[in-house]
């Protein structure tokens, strides 16, 4: 059974760009969640889906947005890049609700 | 409002060393998860506990959930270097579809 798959998993943008992530979940999987970790603030939440709808929101400004297809990949946008948004950005998925989280390997964001 | 906090936050032992690590709430969890994360990588999960008062063993490390469900434990026999990482706990709030993960203990294991 395949894991969890991000992509990209390194990014170098610049302040004032937008990003989009992927993750791709485990088959059969359709909660979708995604987190920001850095080392001063550890993990964070950002926002959650299950069947394509957002059933939760972490505490992050607008410019972070997600979405979930049909097929339960989902991505996430981040716009206006600033300088604090470099970070871990992970993904994690599970059968139903935020139970047992599988997480992806991560998509390492720099912003210059 | 950091509702699982962990501690310590960060140990450094020595190998063959007992440790435990503690994830504490004031808030009553449907279930409780263990998750270990390494340098660059994604937390894996290594245990859920569900009941009250469950104990859960995965070779070295015994994992318990609180009577009340609102903490839990993780105990490593004779730590090796393997063993070092990041520790997580996270569970879902019951009642909510939130899921919170704990501040973390960094653990440290030398040879």
């Known amino acids: 059974k395949a894991g969890v798959t991000q992509t990209p998993r390194y990014l170098i943008k610049t302040r004032g760009q937008q990003v989009t992530l992927s993750c791709s979940p485990i088959s059969g999987h359709r909660s979708v969640s995604w987190y920001q970790q850095t080392p001063g603030q550890g993990l964070q939440f950002l926002f959650e889906y299950f069947s394509e709808t957002q059933r939760n929101k972490g505490n992050f400004p607008g410019r972070f947005s997600g979405r979930q297809f049909s097929n339960s990949r989902s991505e996430m946008n981040v716009s206006t890049l600033e300088l604090g948004d470099s970070a871990l950005y992970l993904c994690a998925t599970s059968i139903d609700t935020a139970y047992e989280q599988y997480f992806g390997p991560g998509t390492r964001l720099t912003v210059t | 409002t950091q509702l699982l906090e962990q501690s310590p936050q960060f140990l450094s032992i020595q190998e063959g060393e007992n440790l435990t690590v503690y994830c504490n709430s004031s808030s009553v969890f449907s279930s409780l998860q263990w998750y270990r994360q390494e340098p660059g990588e994604g937390p894996v999960l290594l245990v859920t506990?569900?009941?009250?008062?469950e104990v859960k063993k995965l070779k070295r490390l015994t994992f318990q959930f609180g009577d009340a469900r609102k903490d839990s434990s993780l105990h490593i026999t004779a730590a090796q270097p393997g063993d070092t990482g990041l520790y997580l706990c996270a569970g879902e709030e019951s009642g909510t579809y939130k899921y919170i993960f704990g501040t973390g203990t960094r653990l440290k294991v030398l040879a």
């Open positions: 506990v569900v009941t009250g008062g």
